[in-house]
C-alpha cells in the first residue's frame, strides 16, 4: 500500500483499532496464517558500544557479563533443532572475542544442521559481513532505531548514523535477508520520525522489521523516562505491515514485556514471526536490555510448547518451513 508521510501520521495519531484490522488483513493476503519461529540464542552480553537506552552498554557496572563458548553455542542451536526451530538467532552485543575466525566456525558448523541463521551482532566491516554470508549466514539484524539523526546522535556516543546505514547497504549488496526496526517511545521522538523510520524501511525494502517500545533501564542514563506505549509501538508496527505487506515482521518481546498477551495482539495486528529464547540457564537473566524481560526462569522446552499453543488458539500455524520472505514484489 503506498502512503505518503501525512497519511503515516494520521494512522499513527488516530486511536481507531480499524488500523489494526486492516494491518491483519494484509498480513492474511500476503504471508499468509503460517507464523515462523526463530530460536534466539542471546550468545554474549559484553559490549563496546554505549547506547544509553541499553542495558547491556558498556559503562553499566552493574550488568554481570558473561559469554558462551562456541560449543555450548551449537549445543544450544542441535537442541532448537530437536524442537523443530528452522531458525536460529545469534545475537550479542558488540562482542570482539568473537573473531571472524570463531564466528566462521559457529556459522559453518550450525549450517550442517539444515537451519537458517540470522545474526544480530552489530556494526561490522563489509569484509567481514561477506565472511560471516560465505560461512552460512542467511539474514542479519540491525535496526536503525531511529532516523532522527539529531536523536540518532544523542543516544549513540560515538557511533555514527551513516555507518550504520552503510552497513544495511553492505548487508544487502551481500545477498543478505536484511532486517531493521527502531525503537519506540525514546525521549524527544517525534510521531513524524516514526513515520520517517516507516518510510525508511520501505525505501530499504526491508526483508525484516522489528519494532518494539524503548522500555526504560535502571542502570542506564535514560532510567528516569517514561518509555514507549504499547498501543504507538503496535501502531508503527501495524502501518509498516501496510507499508511492506511481504516482509517478516516480529511479535517482539519487548510488546510482551508491556502487556501479558502483547505478542498474541501483534500477531492479530500485522505480525508473523515469533522469536522465542533458546538460551538455557542464567544466561537468560543477565542478558537484560530493559527490566521485566519475559521467560527469564522458563526453559526452551517450555517456552517452544507455550509459544505453539499460543499460536493455535488463535486459528495460526507454526510454519515448517525456514519461512524466508516470501515474494519481493514492492
Ligand atoms: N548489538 C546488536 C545491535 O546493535 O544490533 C544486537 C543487540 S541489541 C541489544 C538488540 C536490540 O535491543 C537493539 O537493536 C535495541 O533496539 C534493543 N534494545 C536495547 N535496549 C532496549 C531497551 N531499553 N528497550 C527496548 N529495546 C531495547
Ligand atoms: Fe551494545 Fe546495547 S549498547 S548491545
Redesign the pocket.
Known sequence: MKLTKKNIVEFLNSTDDELFKLADKVRKESVGDEVHLRGLIEFSNY?KQN?L????RRDNKDCIRYRLEPEQILEFAQKASGYGYKTVVL????DPYYTKDKLKYILSEIKKLDMAITL???EKTLEEYKAYKDSGADRF???I?TTDKKLYKSLHPNMDFDNRVKCLENLCNLGYEVGTGC?VGLPNQSVESLADDILFFKKINADMIGI??????PNTPLSQESGGAFDLALRVMAVTRLVLPYANIPATT?METLDPNGRLIALQSGANVVMPNITEGDYRKFYE??PGKICINDTPAKCVGCITGKIKSIGREVSKTKGFRANKPD
Open positions: 559490549c547506547c537506552y541499553c542495558g547491556i545475537q550479542s552485543g558488540e544480530s551482532i552489530g539484524l540491525i535496526r532505531e525503537l518494539g517500545p524503548f522500555i526504560p533501564n519487548a536490555l530493559y
